[in-house]
């Protein structure tokens, strides 16, 4: 088992991944590369290792238990261990997304992708993380999750996305229960808001760059122990729930 802390990255060939994985090489850290599309995924890797990252890729589905469960292997195989796990690899699903007349068919799918996803690989590498001396889990949420944000009058919040913005909100739940099951570990999980950058998910409409969207999650997923756990953070500080 190597000294060197390993971290797997999923939705990382692009975007906000691609720098939270850029970010944690930076560091010193061997980084996985977690994403569907083999060529994106290995042109990804390519990119970190010529800039000095200890990069290697990871096929992984977080839709597909069997996918999953190879990843975990892969991990298990080159490092022994997991020292975090970014779940950033998420979806908006088609417009509209108005309550009333979505198909509620994009409502399972963005769940599907952005929660129970999260999921899966969550429990799928818990047995590595447990090996690390300070394992740290990030979820990558959004502010859209945010209930008291939402409902504050006038506030812009974008678009009604009755699919995207409440799979935030769960996932931030989730985050919670996770961090109340494991509050007597040494894992500490929290929630990242990256802010609106500019990336495929958005059509590039975003105003913040993806490696401003990456310095929360890679703060947390490097958090000194006894660091915040079951919080949602950005870069001012906390988001209300």
Known sequence: MTEQKTALVTGANKGIGYEIAAGLGALGWSVGVGA?????????VAKLRAAGVDAFGVPLDVTDDASVTAAAGLVEDRAGRLDALVNNAGITGSAPQAPTTVDVATVRAVVETNVIGVIRVTNAMLPLLRRSPSPRIVNVSSSVGSLTRQSAPGAD?????????????????????????????????????????????????????PQQGAATAIRLATLPDGGPTGGFFEDDGVVPW
């Open 36 to 44: 569907r599309d083999a060529e994106r995924r290995e042109a990804a």
């Open 157 to 209: 919040m974008g678009p009604i996305a009755v699919a995207y913005s409440p799979s935030k909100t769960f996932l931030n739940g989730v985050t919670v229960q996770y961090a109340r099951e494991l509050q007597d570990t040494n894992i500490l999980i929290n929630a990242a808001c990256p802010g609106y950058c500019a990336t495929d998910l958005n059509g590039f409409r975003g105003v913040r760059t």
